[in-house]
Each structure stands twice: as C-alpha cells, then as structure tokens.
Nanobody, 114 residues
Framework: QVQLVESGGGLVQAGGSLRLSCVVS????????MGWFRQAPGKQHEVVAT???????NYPDSVKGRFTVSRDNAKNTVYLQMNTLRPEDTAVYYC????????WGQGTQVTVSS
C-alpha cells in the first residue's frame, strides 16, 4: 500500500518562503515520476511541479522561477521549495505521481497572508 505523507506547510507573509516535504512509502520511489499539486477552496487540483525519475523538472508559468522541486531517492522524499510566495498560492498542497496517481495523502496547508 503506497502512502504519501506531506509536511512543511504553514502561515507565511507574502514574499516569504516555505519548504514542503513528502515521504513516499510502499513503492520503488526512485523509479517513479512525482509531482506537487495544490487545491484551493472551490477549485480543482492544479499541478505546480513535476520531477521525473531522472530529475528533470517542469513547472506551470504561475510558479516558474519561484518554486523548485527536488527529490532524494535515498530518503524516498520529494521536496518543494517555494519562494516569493503570493496570497494566490494559498491552498492545500499534495504530492503524488502525475501519471498514475496513488491514493492522496492528507496534504499540507499553505496560507500566504498579504
């Protein structure tokens, strides 16, 4: 059974930074692409970063240059470094495999105050 456990969210002022972590268990982590997603109230899941098993990354324009995804295969962990946060980044953030999603974890709340 694959488990995804996100952490690192919190309340931060606009312009601040946060680093999210997601520990993955129950699968061969180093072989799977991973992504970070977010869901704001009343909105659908939105992908904010992806990283392949080889470390190639991709971002939508809304976060490009501000967010950085990375992975540590030895720790079965994927990270999301978020800089220059904006109020519109407020959401619950989740990690998952972008192409074959596992059961979603509980997510971690990020709140950016103006």
């Amino acid at each position: 059974q694959v488990q995804l456990v996100e952490s690192g969210g919190g309340l931060v002022q606009a312009g601040g930074s946060l680093r999210l972590s997601c520990v993955v268990s129950g699968t061969i982590f180093r072989l799977i692409p991973m992504g970070w997603f977010r869901q704001a109230p009343g909105k659908q899941h939105e992908v904010v970063a992806t990283i392949t098993s080889g470390g190639s990354t991709n971002y939508p324009d809304s976060v490009k240059g501000r967010f950085t995804v990375s992975r540590d295969n030895a720790k079965n962990t994927v990270y999301l470094q978020m800089n220059t946060l904006r109020p519109e980044d407020t959401a619950v953030y989740y990690c998952n495999s972008p192409f074959s999603p596992y059961p979603w974890g509980q997510g971690t709340q990020v709140t950016v105050s103006s």
